[in-house]
């Protein structure tokens, strides 16, 4: 059997193959952000109804998601302050918390744009291994057309017909993906700026705490 056919055959398994697995990724992503979409979202309507630090403690063993880690995260540095010596400036208590509240927050970005580099690298990269098909069902045609000596359409139809099929499935393959990553991109940017709302919001929080047990 001629290789020729059988390497346009190949490229366009792995079209399928990755139009699959961007479907996969992206069918994933979804119900990941829509889950902890409706976690934040609970969290949220549970933290504005706080009117000190004591209110949260008594509630994060119930509550789940991206925010309710930051804020743990927050907790937890809170905590640690009973171990520090009396002689800490409070301006450098105030970084710290910033600090553990901007480091678990970028933990749950870096969690949330896993995956993205898949859609992206198939969105960029897709068509032209559709294009790779096309070259080498064109090839192929030529080849039929040296060897019978004829440019009938028989001869030709098939190996045109592939390398037709190995564009339309790049390019297939790629809309999606790009889509896909393009929408998820912005997910993640509004995540990050409601995560960086909410830090602010802790910290507030921290200090109204203060002034109320002062």
């Known amino acids: 059997m001629d290789a020729v056919p059988d390497i346009v055959d190949a490229v ?7 139009s699959v697995l961007i479907w996969s990724v992206g069918i994933s992503k979804y119900l990941a952000f829509y889950r902890n979409s409706r976690f934040d979202r609970e969290f949220l309507a549970v933290f504005s109804k706080a009117r000190d630090i004591q209110d949260l403690l008594a509630v994060m063993s119930s509550t789940k998601g991206r925010l309710a880690r930051v804020c743990q995260a927050g907790l ?20 710290m918390l910033m600090h553990s509240l901007k480091q678990q927050a970028h933990a749950e970005q870096t969690r949330m744009e896993n995956g993205l580099s898949i859609l992206a690298s198939v969105g960029s990269t897709a068509p032209f291994i559709g294009l790779f098909g096309t070259v080498w069902g064109i090839m192929n045609a030529l080849k039929s057309i040296t060897a019978s000596g004829s440019a009938s359409l028989d001869v030709v139809a098939g190996p045109i017909g592939e390398a037709l099929i190995a564009t339309a499935i790049g390019i297939a393959t790629a809309v999606p993906a790009v889509l896909a990553y393009n929408y998820f991109l912005r997910k993640v940017r509004l995540s990050a700026a409601t995560m960086d709302n909410f830090s602010s ?11 109320k047990h002062d």
């Not at 366009?12 to 990755?18: A, E, G």
């Not at 905590?79 to 105030?94: I, M, T």
Request: aromatic share 10%; hydrophobic share 55%; charged share 25%.
């Open 76 to 95: 937890d540095e809170l905590v640690s302050w009973q171990y520090l010596a009396n002689s800490v400036a409070p301006d450098d208590k105030r970084e």
């Open 12 to 18: 366009l398994i792995f079209l399928v193959i990755l």
């Open 201 to 211: 919001a802790f910290h507030l929080l921290v200090l109204k705490s203060r002034i």
